[in-house]
């Protein structure tokens, strides 16, 4: 077993793993992040995104112990302060950005790490960026506009 620590949606976190433990099922089953999902398991789909000092990252291929001192950030940090939306969030719910749900966690992730990096993206740098998601509900014509919208209403401020 090898103990962990690390700061999650800013609070500290800590925890004992084996080697072989990824950083989505110590999100999901030690901390109790569930918002966080597990959807194939090799790197393919992206509903396990979630940020790693800064960084998307696919949690199902990173190990607990490598996010070790890191500061990670997960679909459950997104929300304001007093529990309310956070602008992408609220941007995928009126733009109707999603239908089942259990891509938008990774959506959601993947667009703050976009807006992050580039506050103002084109619809093609948007869909090139979410390559790595998948979503067998939606076409991703209103995750896109989604996108687009927290875009527009400055959410690469409230991403960081």
Do not use: W
Not at 46 to 71: I, Q, R, S
Not at 84 to 100: M, P, T
């Amino acid at each position: 077993m090898t103990d962990v620590k690390m700061t999650v949606n800013g609070k500290e976190r800590s925890g004992s793993v084996e080697g072989r433990t990824l950083l989505v099922n110590f999100l999901r089953d030690d901390l109790r992040l569930t918002g966080t999902h597990v959807g194939c398991d090799t790197s393919q789909c992206g509903a396990c995104v979630v940020h790693v000092n800064g960084k998307a990252v696919k949690a199902c291929t990173m190990l607990a112990a490598e996010a070790d001192g890191a500061e990670v950030a997960t679909i459950e940090g997104m929300a304001n302060a007093d529990g309310s939306l956070g602008v992408i969030q609220q941007a995928f719910q009126d733009h109707h950005g999603l239908q089942c749900g259990f891509c938008t966690p990774g959506m959601v992730m993947s667009a703050a790490a976009l807006l992050a990096e580039n506050a103002n993206p084109t619809e093609q740098e948007i869909r090139e960026y979410l390559e790595g998601n998948i979503c067998r509900c939606t076409g991703y014509h209103n995750i896109v506009k989604a996108i687009q919208a927290a875009a527009a209403n400055g959410s690469a401020v409230a991403a960081e």
